[in-house]
């Protein structure tokens, strides 16, 4: 039989796979940095993992379909699946089905963390953001395609119009709270 603090020691001890999700300009990055260094994790950005053909298309102002997502999705999915311990990768994961799809390439649970925030904080993010491929024209196109995690899928949301710091515990206070 296992105690309450072999079974707490036996769940730190899994690989723990999170996705860092929302619109661009929410923070993924930033939040998946700080997180990673929280929860002793690696954090991969997955705007990496796009293919040059997705990045000339979006600094191109163009969205993306479907049928450019899927590629990045599995190696999403797949990047998460082959690393050890803890890892968090940031990823839009905007779709339900895009969430299911890289579920499906881990093959293993995976904890989705939404970064919510109103139109106009991110859109003002996004204008003051410099070097990134993604352009702010691109964020109604984002919050049009979102849709927000439901109850069955469990995922942590939280609004990002607060200090940075205020995020980082919200998340890490949502996850400790599911250790009891």
């Not at 963390?113 to 109604?140: C, D, S, T, Y």
């Not at 469990?154 to 200090?163: E, G, K, L, M, R």
Request: aromatic share 6%.
């Amino acid at each position: 039989m296992l105690t309450a603090a072999s079974q707490l020691h036996s769940k730190a001890m899994r690989p723990r796979r999170f996705v860092i999700m929302g619109v661009s300009g929410c923070g993924k990055s930033s939040v998946g940095a700080a997180l990673a260094y929280h929860l002793s994790g690696a954090y991969i950005d997955g705007d990496d993992l796009h293919p040059a053909a997705n990045v000339a298309k979006m600094s191109a102002g163009v969205p993306l379909t479907d049928a450019d997502r899927w590629p990045w999705l599995n190696s999403i999915g797949e990047c998460l699946a082959q690393a050890e311990g803890t890892a968090l990768i940031g990823c839009s994961a905007l779709k339900q089905i895009y969430r299911d799809r890289i579920r499906a390439a881990v093959d293993g649970p995976v904890r989705f963390i939404h970064l919510a925030g109103k139109k106009e904080v991110i859109a003002a993010r996004l204008q003051a953001r410099q070097g990134h491929f993604m352009p702010a024209a691109l964020l109604e196109s984002q919050f049009a395609a979102l849709e927000p995690p439901g109850p069955a899928e469990q995922a942590i949301t939280v609004d990002i119009d607060q200090p940075f710091d205020a995020v980082i515990a919200a998340v890490i206070a949502a996850l400790e709270e599911e250790k009891l």
